[in-house]
Each structure stands twice: as C-alpha cells, then as structure tokens.
C-alpha cells in the first residue's frame, strides 16, 4: 500500500501562482512515477505533468511553461509550481503514484482561478 497526501490548493486569481505537494509514504518501489492529474467538472481527468524517479520529466502541452514539477526522492515527495495560472487551470488536481504494478490516487485539492 502507498499513502498519498496532497496540500497546497487554493483560490487564486488569473496571473497567480500555487505550489502543489504531494508526500507518499508507505510500500514505495525505488523504480516509480508521480505526477500530477486534473480534472475539471463536467470533463475526464488528464494528465498535468508526470516525473520518474530517474528524472524523466513530461508536461501537457496546455501547461508547457507555466507549470514545473520537481521531486524530491529522499522524501519521496512530488510538487507542482503553477504561474501564470488561467481559469481553465481550475480543476482538483490529483497526485498519482505509479510503479510496474501499482497505481495510487491522491484525494485531489481543489485549485480555483477566478478574479
């Protein structure tokens, strides 16, 4: 079993920024993936950028620039740099933990951008 925690949502206005986090502990494989997913009312979940515990970092194009994710493997914690964001950014964004044979859901933080 892998234990996700996620902090760092908020409301923010358009141009702002926030930082995600996303801590896992538990049964954690050295070979692994975390990332970031989100998904907006009414639309399916999507991928926002994943990273691999050998630093393979991958964004969506739609966050390409404004978005940065970084990891840090001695504390097995993910984060999510959001700048620049848009209303269209708004969505609960889950963290996901991904090893050859498990995946693991975050219980998503709720990321609002609105004036």
């Known amino acids: 079993q892998v234990q996700l925690v996620e902090s760092g949502g908020g409301l923010v206005q358009p141009g702002g920024s926030l930082r995600l986090s996303c801590a896992a502990s538990g049964s954690i494989r050295s070979i692994n993936a975390m990332g970031w997913y989100r998904q907006a009312p009414g639309k399916q979940r999507e991928v926002v950028a994943d990273?691999?515990?050998?630093?393979?970092?991958s964004y969506a194009d739609s966050v390409k620039g404004r978005f940065t994710i970084s990891r840090d493997n001695a504390r097995n914690t993910v984060y999510l740099q959001m700048n620049r964001l848009k209303p269209e950014d708004t969505a609960v964004y889950f963290c996901?933990?991904?090893?050859?044979?498990?995946?693991?859901w975050g219980q998503g933080t709720q990321v609002t951008v609105s004036s």
């Open positions: 990273a691999s515990s050998g630093g393979i970092l």
């Open positions: 996901r933990y991904f090893s050859v044979r498990d995946v693991y």
